[in-house]
């Protein structure tokens, strides 16, 4: 499967400029025979929605990212925005996966931050579960939005129900005390430590551009199931990088140290229900 990393900016509060510039990205990603399209976190809205005036908030059947994703057919895309729920008063930070005009997937962001220069809480709503899904006729992937794959939890269950690919859109800013936090580190940590120990691929997409006092820095890059860099975009300006992945080399790799089903989820479900009658948080 050849995986394109759609590494770019937004523009705050416009959809369709972002719809306008993803239709040239996605027609770029055809040209080098791209199966799958992967855009970063929010895409479609930019990330600081409290900013704007507009609701930028649309819906997963949204005639217009409906036509992108049958633009982009036969690839696959993958791609960031605010969702107006169909039948609730919530938005979610959503992430969603399209064949053709067909809606596969959406992820609903789980953990919202709300801290340092980040507010997500105040503007969305978490989402309600994690489910893998199919991509193509025999891969399994599962979504982690940014704050989402700092919880490795997740990462766990999404290996559990099958997983073989972990798409990661992200927005991630350096912070303003760069002593205490250095994101490109801390990213490179985790995709690395989740391909190697999960034994799967890592496809982590971040944006570029500020917005405020938020700088988004890039570097997004993909890991293979020995942790293995394969394939990485540059810092600080937009980026189109389209990588090839074998999954075979999922199976190979988890035959050879078979460290995923020796998950023993009965003991770990025992021990969560011990802890919540512990007091634990619900």
Same mark, same amino acid.
């Given at each position: +499967? *050849?995986?394109?990393?759609?590494?770019? !900016?937004?523009?705050?509060?416009?959809? !369709?400029? &972002?719809?306008?510039?993803? #239709? /040239?990205?996605?027609?770029?990603? /055809?040209d080098d025979r791209s199966d799958l399209i992967v855009f970063p976190e929010l895409y479609l809205s930019g990330y600081s929605v409290g900013t704007v005036d507009a609701d930028v908030a649309i819906r997963v059947d949204d005639p217009r990212l409906v036509e992108l994703a049958r633009q982009a057919a036969p690839a696959g895309i993958?791609?960031?925005?605010?969702?107006?729920?169909?039948?609730?008063?919530?938005?979610? &930070?959503?992430?969603?996966?399209?064949?053709?005009?067909?809606?596969?997937?959406?992820?609903? /962001?789980? %953990?919202?931050?709300?801290?340092?220069?980040?507010?997500?809480? /105040?503007?969305?709503?978490?989402?309600?579960?994690?489910?893998?899904?199919?991509?193509?006729? !025999?891969?399994? +992937?599962?979504?982690?939005?940014?704050?989402?794959?700092?919880?490795?939890?997740? #990462?766990?269950?999404?290996?559990?129900?099958?997983?073989?690919?972990?798409?990661?859109?992200?927005?991630?800013?350096?912070?303003?005390?760069? !002593? #205490?936090?250095?994101?490109?580190? %801390?990213?490179?940590?985790?995709?690395?430590? %989740?391909?190697? +120990?999960?034994?799967? %691929?890592?496809?982590? =997409? &971040?944006? =570029?551009?500020?917005?405020?006092?938020?700088?988004?820095?890039?570097?997004?890059?993909?890991?293979?199931?020995?942790?293995?860099?394969?394939?990485?975009?540059?810092?600080?300006?937009?980026?189109? =990088?389209?990588?090839?992945?074998?999954?075979?080399?999922?199976?190979?790799?988890? *035959?050879?140290?078979?460290?995923?089903?020796?998950?023993?989820? #009965?003991?770990?479900?025992?021990?969560?229900? *011990?802890?919540?009658?512990?007091?634990?948080?619900?």
């Open positions: +499967m *050849r995986i394109t990393l759609a590494q770019t !900016d937004s523009t705050p509060g416009d959809v !369709d400029a &972002n719809l306008a510039q993803a #239709a /040239k990205v996605i027609a770029r990603a /055809k993958h791609i960031g925005f605010a969702e107006s729920a169909t039948r609730s008063p919530h938005t979610y &930070n959503s992430a969603a996966y399209y064949e053709g005009e067909r809606l596969v997937h959406v992820h609903r /962001k789980l %953990y919202l931050p709300t801290y340092s220069i980040f507010e997500e809480r /105040k503007h969305f709503t978490p989402g309600p579960s994690l489910r893998s899904y199919p991509v193509g006729d !025999d891969v399994t +992937m599962s979504t982690l939005i940014c704050g989402d794959a700092w919880q490795p939890q997740l #990462a766990f269950i999404a290996t559990q129900d099958g997983a073989r690919a972990l798409i990661v859109p992200a927005v991630s800013a350096q912070s303003r005390f760069p !002593d #205490a936090y250095d994101a490109r580190e %801390y990213w490179q940590g985790i995709t690395t430590f %989740y391909g190697r +120990m999960y034994q799967l %691929y890592v496809v982590f =997409v &971040n944006r =570029v551009g500020a917005e405020g006092d938020l700088h988004f820095w890039g570097g997004s890059h993909v890991v293979d199931p020995w942790g293995k860099v394969i394939g990485q975009a540059v810092e600080d300006e937009p980026d189109l =990088v389209t990588v090839e992945v074998d999954f075979d080399e999922v199976r190979r790799r988890r *035959r050879l140290f078979p460290l995923v089903k020796e998950a023993r989820l #009965a003991l770990i479900q025992r021990e969560i229900a *011990r802890l919540l009658e512990e007091g634990g948080d619900l």
